[in-house]
Nanobody, 126 residues
């Protein structure tokens, strides 16, 4: 599965941004898609994920109440609506996809995702 993310950019604190990710290739094998991010000098961290068939969503504590993940199975896309953005949300955001069945406990970890996109930069100015 190949992933192409779009929608990153510069936004002021308190503003909103929408990231999108299109999957292509063996999309019939998708079990889940999501987003990780990595700020400069920090480790990569989980942001949000959604299961492909049931549409169950998962969020990092930092994203709850501000970010919303959604999917379009027909278009093989996943979106991340980000509101009330803060300077600490500045990072490169990576679209990810999992094509292997796994346990729920792993869904917020990189181990559940075998496909990674190139990343899109989100910069929030304070």
């Amino acid at each position: 599965v190949q992933l192409q993310a779009s929608g990153g950019g510069l936004v002021q604190a308190g503003g909103s941004l929408r990231l999108s990710c299109a999957a292509s290739g063996r999309t019939f094998s998708l079990w889940r898609m999501g987003w990780f991010r990595q700020a400069q000098g920090k480790e990569r961290e989980f942001v949000a994920a959604i299961t492909w068939k049931g549409g169950h969503s998962y969020y990092a504590d930092s994203a709850k109440g501000r970010f919303t993940i959604s999917r379009d199975n027909a278009e093989n896309t996943v979106n991340l609506e980000m509101n009330s953005l803060r300077a600490e949300d500045t990072a490169v955001y990576y679209c990810v996809a999992g094509t292997v069945l796994t346990v729920e406990e792993l869904l917020t970890t990189p181990h559940a995702y075998d496909c990674w996109g190139m990343g899109t930069l989100v910069t929030v100015s304070s």
